[in-house]
Each structure stands twice: as structure tokens, then as C-alpha cells.
């Protein structure tokens, strides 16, 4: 319980500074200028999810990527061309990231809508909460306003999105240079119980991890080769990979995390309280983890007349 009032005094007080400092974003920030935006969103989400359940965590894991590098400014969706190099490319992102073409859609029938209004960024952001939500996790209410960033950072998307191979030290580290605190970043990765990894990003760890059970580890040696495989595919969350619950939790506190990243949040350190109290108590985590979102999609967003609005997610006016 000490924990768990740790976490609400500690969102609480960013609640406060993320709001002092964003105070452009706002909740119905289109409300007279493109009213039916949020049906728009939820309809498509609606489709993707239908046509491929895995589409949620793939957006939400855009949405990750995007923000982590220089804000929440879809610069992760912009393609590289002759005279641009866009973060499609870097190690996080290469041959994984996933979604684009969802957001196009959007974005199309969005510009049919309210032509030059929304941001790529905004929709990303609304996208994602649709995504997890239809996925039977927790709703929000999305802040609005965000501008479409001119550029984008390759080698930002490389250094600042944490790996699937970090340990607990350097994930608080990555986290609290953008705001975000220890607690935070346990109750985001809950993110993680959705979705599913492919083999090059968890091979180390069932290999080589001491921390791990057995016969867990027997079972993803199956379908990810010492050598070979690299994009076989494996689950997050052993049981409900494509529902958005606590079961997560239950996996780190019974060693079955799939990347080391994963485990490290239940392995002797200060996260594991957390983790278990999550384990036990999926309402908690569900209200814990959209409070903890609303407050990333606030990092350095772009807004007033700074970026753009971009006719295409893909590329610069």
C-alpha cells in the first residue's frame, strides 16, 4: 500500500508540472473545427483491430516510439527520402514498427473530414487510446493540440527508446530523462501485455538469463533457434496476449518475462512491490496506466505555431 501512494503522490506532482507546462494542449481541442475527429479515429481503430487484434499493440508501441524521441511529434512516421532520413530506420524501429498504413487511413478520411487541421500527432494519440481500449483495457481522455514535427532524429530513435536488453538502472535512467519516474515506467510497461516480440529481441534472455523459469524458457526455445528465426514470433503475455490486462504482472512475478527488460522490474529491486501489487490488483494498474499516458503524451509536445500540420503522416509539407 506505501507503494501504491508513492505512485499517486509521484503522478500527482507531475500531473501538476505536465499541466503547468502544456497548458496548449486541451481536451477538445477540435471540437469546433473538426467535430467528428474522435468518431473517425474509433471506427478505423475499429477495423484494424477486427482485421489484426496485434494492430492495438503495435500502435501503442508507435506511440512509445514517437514521443521518446524528441516528443510526442510523429516524427516516427515520416519516410526517409533522397534528401531526408526519417527514424523508420534505426535499430528500435527497422523491419518491427508497425501500423503506418492504419494511420494513413485515418489521417485520409480525417483530411476529408476537416481538411489541414488535425496533426499526425494528435491522431497517433488518439489511435493508441482506441487501440487499448478496444483491446479491453482503459479509456482516456485525450489532451489535443500537438504539431507535426519538420524533422525527425535516427540517431535520438537509437540512444533514448529503451532496449529489450536494458537493466533496471538504465530504464529508470531512460524514463526520468523524459519526465518520467520509476514507477512510471513499471506501470507503462504494462503495455507489454499486449503484443507479441520477435526472436533476435528476447533469443539472450532465454538463453543466457538466470532468472527465468524452465520450462518457460523450453517453450520459447521452440519457436527462436540459438541461431536462425530471427523474426519468429512470440507472445508478451503468455494467456491473453490480445487483451489489455494485468496478467503481465503475473508473468514477471513467476520469472516469464520475455525480454530481460521485462524481468528486471521483478528481479530483488525496487520495482518488484509494484509488480505485485499490479498482479493482484488489475483495476489499479488499469487507472494507474492511463493516468501514466495522458502524462507521456505531454513530453515537449510541438503547439502554437511551432511544426506543422501535415497533409501526409509521411512526410513534410
Known amino acids: 500500500m506505501a507503494t501504491f501512494t508513492k505512485l499517486f503522490v509521484t503522478l500527482s506532482i507531475f500531473s501538476l508540472f505536465a499541466c503547468s507546462t502544456n497548458a496548449q494542449l486541451i481536451d477538445n481541442f477540435y471540437g469546433k473545427t473538426c467535430p467528428k475527429l474522435q468518431t473517425i479515429v474509433r471506427n478505423e481503430m475499429i477495423k484494424a483491430i477486427k482485421a489484426e487484434a496485434r494492430m492495438g499493440a503495435s500502435i501503442l508501441r508507435l506511440f512509445f516510439h514517437d514521443c521518446f524521441v524528441n516528443g510526442c511529434d510523429a516524427s516516427v512516421l515520416l519516410d526517409d527520402t533522397a534528401t531526408f532520413t526519417g527514424e523508420k530506420n534505426a535499430g528500435p524501429n527497422k523491419n518491427s514498427a508497425r501500423g503506418f498504413e492504419?494511420?494513413?487511413?485515418?489521417?485520409?478520411?480525417?483530411?476529408?473530414?476537416?481538411?489541414?487541421?488535425?496533426?499526425?500527432a494528435d491522431i497517433l494519440a488518439l489511435a493508441t487510446r482506441d487501440g487499448v481500449f478496444l483491446l479491453g483495457g482503459p479509456s482516456w481522455i485525450v489532451p489535443l493540440g500537438r504539431r507535426d514535427a519538420r524533422t525527425a532524429s535516427q540517431s535520438g530513435a537509437n540512444s533514448q527508446i529503451p532496449g529489450p536488453s536494458s537493466d533496471l538502472a538504465t530504464l529508470i535512467a531512460m524514463f526520468k530523462a523524459k519526465g518520467l519516474s520509476a514507477d512510471e515506467l513499471t506501470v507503462l510497461s504494462g503495455a507489454h501485455t499486449i503484443g507479441?516480440?520477435?526472436?533476435?529481441?528476447?533469443?539472450?534472455?532465454?538463453?543466457?538469463?538466470?532468472?527465468?523459469?524452465?520450462?518457460?524458457?523450453?517453450?520459447?526455445?521452440?519457436?527462436?533457434?540459438?541461431?536462425?528465426?530471427?523474426?519468429?514470433?512470440?507472445?508478451?503475455?503468455?494467456l491473453s496476449p490480445t487483451t489489455f490486462d494485468n496478467r503481465y504482472y503475473f508473468d514477471l512475478v513467476a520469472f516469464k518475462g520475455l525480454f530481460h527488460s521485462d524481468q528486471e522490474l521483478n528481479n530483488g529491486g525496487s520495482q518488484d512491490s509494484l509488480v505485485r501489487f499490479y498482479s493482484n490488483n488489475g483495476p489499479a494498474f488499469a487507472r494507474d496506466f492511463a493516468t501514466a499516458m495522458i502524462k507521456m503524451g505531454k513530453i515537449t509536445p510541438l503547439t502554437g505555431t511551432k511544426g506543422e500540420i501535415r497533409k501526409n503522416c509521411r512526410f513534410v509539407n
Not at 102 to 120: H, Q, R
Not at 196 to 219: G, H
Request: with cysteine; hydrophobic share 30%; net charge positive.
Open 102 to 120: 492504419v494511420i494513413d487511413t485515418i489521417k485520409t478520411k480525417v483530411e476529408a473530414s476537416c481538411n489541414g487541421t488535425v496533426s499526425c
Open 196 to 238: 507479441q516480440s520477435e526472436c533476435q529481441f528476447f533469443r539472450n534472455r532465454i538463453y543466457n538469463d538466470t532468472n527465468i523459469a524452465n520450462k518457460f524458457a523450453t517453450l520459447r526455445k521452440k519457436n527462436c533457434p540459438v541461431s536462425g528465426g530471427d523474426t519468429n514470433l512470440a507472445p508478451l503475455d503468455i
